[in-house]
């Protein structure tokens, strides 16, 4: 019961993260910096909300004993957001998507690694397919792609140190941005005393966008908080697939970002991945209900 639950809140944070890329043009003119900046003050409010209706103020307090793992989730994730916007609001959001494709294997590798997970053959062959299609896009860009990279190794660190903290989904983010807010509070400050600042001075709607950066920063961050502590990395690897799906929908039919023949084999590749890791789980969790209900049964009798 807790892994099933784990998947669908994973299963629904990605889906979130998968529909970004329609939000982030939205906000300008603000620039990415300012925007992330933002995001990070913004986040820290709604999540302290959050534990007030919940009433967890005795729960952040127990996260002391773990803030070596939450202040480098906090610069992992910091990173992770700002080079997103950047990709997103620069009209690279196909790259963006091939970062979130190698993100799964840097995840899983972490997780065999650090975390002493191992991996079925079959799985060995559906991630070896991936990495082939990763190799062939990246030589397709013709050059190396530090966006994709970025992301790709930032989001997997911070899921390991989600992992290792092991402390509320809620708790969590609030501490990661509590450490975050000053330097963002910093820049936002000295950047309306420049009159650079767009929050304000680009109408209500922009400065209601800007502030619901904080919501949906805070919803499938929360979801993969919960999630991360009650599934496998392995599991969160494969689920992380389904961002650069939707995102690689997204840049070509809605950015209408050129597609070579090359990447369209490329993604191919990925899709082929998918489908043997999905067959895969699907048949070994099936053997491991199979193989239970004996000793269910026998558990019953005694």
Same mark, same amino acid.
Not at 38 to 43: A, E, P, Q, T
């Given at each position: 019961?807790?892994?099933?639950?784990?998947?669908?809140?994973?299963?629904?944070?990605?889906?979130?993260?998968?529909?970004?890329?329609?939000?982030?043009?939205?906000?300008?003119?603000?620039?990415?910096?300012?925007?992330?900046?933002?995001?990070?003050?913004?986040?820290?409010?709604?999540?302290?909300?959050?534990?007030?209706?919940?009433?967890?103020?005795?729960?952040?307090?127990?996260?002391? #004993?773990? @803030? !070596? &793992?939450?202040?480098?989730?906090?610069? *992992? /994730?910091? %990173?992770?957001?700002?080079?997103?916007?950047?990709?997103?609001?620069?009209?690279?959001?196909?790259? #963006?998507? @091939? !970062? &979130?494709?190698?993100?799964?294997?840097? *995840? /899983?590798? %972490?997780?065999?690694?650090?975390?002493?997970?191992?991996?079925?053959?079959?799985?060995?062959?559906?991630?070896?397919?991936?990495?082939?299609?990763?190799?062939?896009? *990246?030589?397709?860009?013709?050059?190396?792609?530090?966006?994709?990279?970025?992301?790709?190794?930032?989001?997997?660190?911070?899921?390991?140190?989600?992992?290792?903290?092991?402390?509320?989904?809620?708790?969590?983010?609030?501490?990661?941005?509590?450490?975050?807010?000053?330097?963002?509070?910093?820049?936002?400050?000295?950047?309306?005393?420049?009159?650079?600042?767009?929050?304000?001075?680009?109408?209500?709607?922009?400065?209601?966008?800007?502030?619901?950066?904080?919501?949906?920063?805070?919803?499938?961050?929360?979801?993969?908080?919960?999630?991360?502590?009650?599934?496998?990395?392995?599991?969160?690897?494969?689920?992380?697939?389904?961002?650069?799906?939707?995102?690689?929908?997204?840049?070509?039919?809605?950015?209408?970002?050129?597609?070579?023949?090359?990447?369209?084999?490329?993604?191919?590749?990925?899709?082929?991945?998918?489908?043997?890791?999905?067959?895969?789980?699907?048949?070994?969790?099936?053997?491991?209900?199979?193989?239970?209900?004996?000793?269910?049964?026998?558990?019953?009798?005694?």
């Amino acid at each position: 019961m807790r892994s099933r639950q784990g998947f669908w809140l994973g299963f629904l944070a990605y889906a979130c993260w998968g529909f970004f890329p329609l939000y982030w043009p939205l906000l300008r003119p603000a620039g990415p910096v300012e925007i992330l900046a933002h995001r990070i003050v913004w986040s820290l409010l709604v999540v302290l909300v959050l534990i007030t209706v919940t009433r967890r103020w005795s729960k952040l307090r127990e996260t002391r #004993t773990r @803030l !070596g &793992y939450i202040s480098a989730g906090a610069i *992992t /994730i910091g %990173l992770n957001w700002g080079m997103y916007i950047y990709g997103v609001n620069s009209n690279q959001v196909v790259e #963006t998507a @091939l !970062g &979130y494709f190698i993100n799964p294997l840097v *995840t /899983i590798a %972490l997780g065999v690694l650090f975390v002493g997970e191992r991996l079925r053959p079959a799985q060995w062959l559906g991630l070896g397919i991936a990495l082939a299609a990763v190799v062939e896009l *990246t030589f397709d860009y013709g050059r190396l792609p530090w966006i994709a990279l970025t992301l790709a190794f930032s989001f997997g660190t911070y899921g390991l140190m989600k992992k290792k903290a092991d402390v509320g989904s809620s708790e969590g983010l609030a501490v990661e941005t509590l450490l975050l807010t000053p330097f963002a509070l910093a820049y936002l400050v000295f950047d309306h005393a420049q009159g650079n600042g767009t929050f304000g001075h680009a109408g209500w709607l922009n400065a209601v966008l800007l502030i619901g950066t904080g919501v949906i920063t805070a919803i499938p961050l929360l979801l993969f908080g919960a999630a991360a502590t009650k599934v496998s990395m392995t599991t969160m690897g494969l689920l992380q697939y389904f961002v650069p799906t939707i995102q690689f929908v997204i840049g070509l039919v809605v950015f209408h970002e050129q597609m070579t023949t090359a990447r369209w084999v490329g993604f191919g590749l990925v899709w082929l991945a998918l489908v043997v890791i999905t067959t895969e789980s699907l048949v070994h969790r099936h053997r491991e209900a199979a193989a239970a209900k004996p000793l269910e049964r026998q558990a019953e009798l005694v």
